[in-house]
């Protein structure tokens, strides 16, 4: 059915082109307007002098950053941590790249990541989650040095983007094409905690006259974690090839590899710090101690296994209170492999179009080494892992273009086959003395699985999209729709949902217009209808929870419903020399909000309860402004206020949690972020400061971390030497002003009330130092 449909699709789209290219070229504000979802757009984003781009022409909040951006912060950071300056993007990370992923946190007008969409190069990256179930974070997706451009929708994000998830906004990401010329870029950085870090990139150059070009890049990471005893590591390879044909269509390919191994920090809660200090961390430098620890737990009956040896007593050794104050250890181990191929027009081409193919491998395991299950031999810890088994292969199109003198159109589709496989298994520890296992290597033969599910996740969706100009008045119309079929095949059960749901929505509306006051101003307005389809996971989405649980969820009055939100938007746009502005206003209805209440530590690995628990208002203000003054010297500021409030209590069997009126789980009310840059081409720096008022981790909002204030800074030179060739070196401070903070907020959920542990410590001070030379 899926397959037959799409085949229908991509037809129709191929029939399209012809009528579109009997149209006229459209003019280049329409080029630059459909910036978002046209593969023939800049690919290296905006000019160094005019970082932000507010998303001129577009009918909803858009803002775009280029290279520029992402280059002057430290290399190997995140371009997550590259946008959070932009209005009411919330970014969390609890070390200095931004990418750790177990920390990692990113949520728009308090949406978070599992309800934005994100995409490279079109490509669907999954919604973002640690256990990110058909995706991968971009971190590992694609080298910093290698992202061309970023454009972020604020809103419910691109009706053409590859997601079925972006209720809260998208995301999308934009590889750099191959340089014209030959070339070899190269950088190396070495910083704090031991950092090393080095990145080198190949470019072929054009081969003959308008013939194919490509590059290759190679980039390692190892740093040592901040606190505590571990590393985190990365080698990563990306490459790209074009081949024109003629001067319209181009042939592009990219393959990505990305091996990632982190030692985890401990999660903590409010009662932690204040007991233990932010410097608290696992006690991997101590396994004798670790076990000391988990036999005391057992034999108080804190953790429930079995008492292995009596006579280690019932006193935790000082400073602990619990066998969840620290744990010997915990990693995360990622292994991707990401390749596409398509053909797409060239840029500046009369007609938009692309038509492309992609691959996505991932094996990967969470581990935790847990004293609440002994191992066989006698050990009181034993590893327990989270794996992670992707095998996803999709296809996506579309084709657009101007009709006559009535506007344009665009039609576009996208099919995916998803398989993921995943479990929960335990793998003994041989010795008491010392770790038989490491952390930081693949686990294999364990001696008990609890449980281990094949999941299935068919997508099929289509849109169809309608620009009509009316003199200075230009509407936007369109809509999406599609059809996700879930389904879990047990292996090996355990007590978690076997079975099949689905989610369908044929007909998701979206209309704006854009008003030009004159060529430098222009307001805009904008509504978008957005339904988010299930996960098929067994930590996450309505399968992870019990048999029982999810036969309920299917009929009856707790039939489960897809979450779906109504955003509306209105705004207006000023762009002159050396100035660029936006002020936008939203409102946001968010109803069948899906809700997986956890319980107890999550190193357990309770099952969450889930349900429809009513709906979430949103509505706030976004302030955004850039000018370059006095020269080499430029300054940008944003503001969001941001009210998010559930509407409706909690109902369960047992309880009524009053949760009505509360505000949301990590919407800060008050974000703001401000920098001053100067470059005069020899010189150039960077300060930035990023300001987030309070943020709450309980529903009930019992308890919350307070606001904090941070900043970095970058100082560079660029030398020329031998003449023509040139040479940056740049330093970078994270964390200015050695701040202690809690960076990320709901590493193990969010709980109704009460503290918990659930807190990561944000990184303190650390300088950077970078030689940047190009060949």
């Given at each position: ?43 290296d984003?905006?000019?160094?002098g ?7 022409g577009?009918s ?8 520029a ?22 970014f ?7 990418a ?10 308090g949406?978070?990541?599992?309800q ?13 989650s640690?256990?990110?179930t ?8 694609i ?6 451009r970023?454009?972020?929708?604020q809103?419910?994000?691109?009706i ?44 072929t ?10 590059y290759?890049s190679?980039?390692?990471?190892d740093?040592d974690?901040?606190k ?8 990563q ?6 081949a ?18 982190e030692n ?14 932010y ?11 670790a076990?000391?620890?988990a ?6 009956g ?20 619990n ?5 010997y ?7 991707d492999?990401?390749a596409s ?12 179009g692309?038509l ?10 969470g581990i935790?080494y ?6 066989p ?12 088994d992707i ?24 099919y995916?086959?998803?398989d993921f ?7 003994a520890l ?31 969706q289509y849109?169809?999209e ?8 230009t ?64 930590t ?16 009856g ?13 209105v705004?207006?746009r000023?762009?002159r020399?050396?100035?660029?502005a ?6 946001v209805d ?14 357990v690995?309770?099952p969450p ?6 709906a ?15 020269g ?25 949690i ?20 100067y ?7 960077r ?32 030398l020329t ?9 740049q ?43 190009g060949?």
């Amino acid at each position: 059915m899926y397959r037959h449909a799409a085949i229908r699709l991509f037809a129709g789209a191929a029939l399209f082109w012809p009528l579109a290219a009997m149209a006229a070229e459209p003019k280049p504000a329409d080029v630059v307007a459909a910036a978002a979802t046209d593969p023939g757009a800049d690919p290296d984003g905006p000019a160094i002098g005019d970082i932000i781009v507010t998303g001129r022409g577009q009918s909803r909040q858009v803002q775009e950053i280029g290279q520029a951006d992402i280059a002057i912060l430290t290399p190997g950071t995140s371009p997550l941590k590259a946008i959070e300056k932009l209005p009411s993007v919330n970014f969390q990370a609890a070390d200095a790249f931004g990418a750790y992923e177990w920390s990692q946190r990113v949520s728009i007008r308090g949406f978070n990541q599992n309800q934005i969409g994100f995409t490279l190069d079109g490509i669907p990256l999954g919604d973002g989650s640690y256990g990110n179930t058909n995706g991968l974070h971009i971190s590992r997706a694609i080298s910093s040095e290698n992202i061309g451009r970023t454009s972020v929708s604020q809103g419910s994000g691109s009706i053409g983007t590859q997601a079925t998830n972006n209720l809260g906004g998208t995301i999308e990401f934009f590889s750099s094409d191959p340089k014209p010329a030959f070339g070899l870029t190269a950088n190396g950085t070495y910083g704090d905690e031991n950092t090393v870090r080095a990145f080198g990139r190949v470019d072929t150059g054009a081969l003959g006259e308008n013939g194919p070009s490509a590059y290759v890049s190679y980039a390692f990471l190892d740093t040592d974690k901040y606190k505590g005893f571990g590393s985190q590591r990365q080698h990563q390879v990306n490459a790209k090839a074009i081949a024109p044909i003629g001067d319209t269509l181009r042939i592009v390919g990219t393959f990505d590899f990305s091996d990632r191994r982190e030692n985890d920090y401990q999660d903590m809660s409010l009662d932690m710090i204040r007991r233990l200090g932010y410097g608290w961390d696992n006690i991997s430098n101590d396994f004798p101690l670790a076990v000391r620890v988990a036999d005391v737990g057992a034999n108080t009956g804190y953790t429930g296994a079995a008492k292995l040896n009596p006579a280690a007593g019932t006193t935790y050794p000082a400073p602990f209170a619990n066998a969840d104050d620290a744990y010997y250890d915990a990693a995360g181990l990622r292994r991707d492999y990401v390749a596409s191929a398509g053909v797409e027009t060239a840029p500046g081409s009369a007609i938009r179009g692309v038509l492309k193919g992609y691959y996505h491998g991932n094996e990967g395991q969470g581990i935790w080494y847990t004293p609440y299950v002994p191992s066989p031999s006698g050990v009181p810890i034993s590893i327990r892992t989270t794996e992670y088994d992707i095998d996803r292969k999709g296809i996506f199109g579309s084709a657009g273009g101007a009709i006559g003198t009535l506007g344009e159109i665009t039609v576009g589709g996208w099919y995916e086959h998803n398989d993921f496989r995943q479990a929960r298994r335990f793998y003994a520890l041989g010795s008491r003395a010392a770790p038989t296992r490491q952390p930081l290597d693949f686990q294999r033969d364990p001696f008990a699985t609890q449980w281990d599910f094949n999941y299935t996740t068919k997508t099929a969706q289509y849109y169809v999209e309608g620009r009509i100009p009316m003199g200075a008045l230009t509407l936007n119309l369109g809509w999406k729709g599609f059809d996700v079929r879930n389904a879990a095949d047990p292996i090996v059960k355990g007590t978690l949902a076997a079975g099949k749901i689905k989610a369908t929505d044929w007909f998701q509306p979206h209309a704006g217009a854009t008003f030009a006051i004159d060529a430098d101003t222009e307001v805009f307005a904008g509504f978008t209808q957005v339904t988010r389809a299930f996960v098929s996971a067994a930590t996450s989405g309505p399968f992870a929870t019990t048999q029982a649980g999810f036969d309920a969820l299917l009929g009856g009055t707790t039939r489960l419903k897809p979450e779906q939100s109504d955003t509306y938007e209105v705004g207006a746009r000023l762009k002159r020399r050396g100035f660029n502005a936006s002020l936008a206003g939203y409102y946001v209805d968010f109803r069948n909000r899906l809700l997986g209440v956890t319980t107890g530590a999550g190193i357990v690995g309770n099952p969450p309860i889930l349900q429809n628990v009513g709906a979430v208002r949103s509505y706030g203000v976004e302030a955004t402004a850039e000018a370059k003054v006095a020269g080499a010297f430029g300054v940008f500021g944003s503001y969001s206020f941001n009210d998010s409030t559930y509407r409706n209590d909690v109902r369960t069997a047992t309880a009524t949690i009053p949760i009505e009126g509360k505000t949301v789980v990590d919407a800060p009310r008050h974000p703001a972020k401000a920098e001053v840059t100067y470059d005069d081409s020899r010189i150039f720096g960077r300060i930035g400061a990023n300001y987030m008022s309070k943020r709450f981790f309980t529903y009930t909002n019992d308890q919350s971390v307070p606001g904090r204030l941070i900043a970095d800074a970058t100082l560079g030179t660029r030398l020329t030497v031998m003449g023509e060739r040139q040479i940056e070196v740049q330093l970078n401070a994270t964390n200015l002003f050695d701040k202690d903070y809690v960076a990320t907020i709901g590493s193990n959920g969010y709980g109704n009330s009460g503290d918990n542990q659930t807190l990561l410590i944000g990184a303190p001070r650390q300088v950077f130092v970078t030689l940047k030379a190009g060949f």
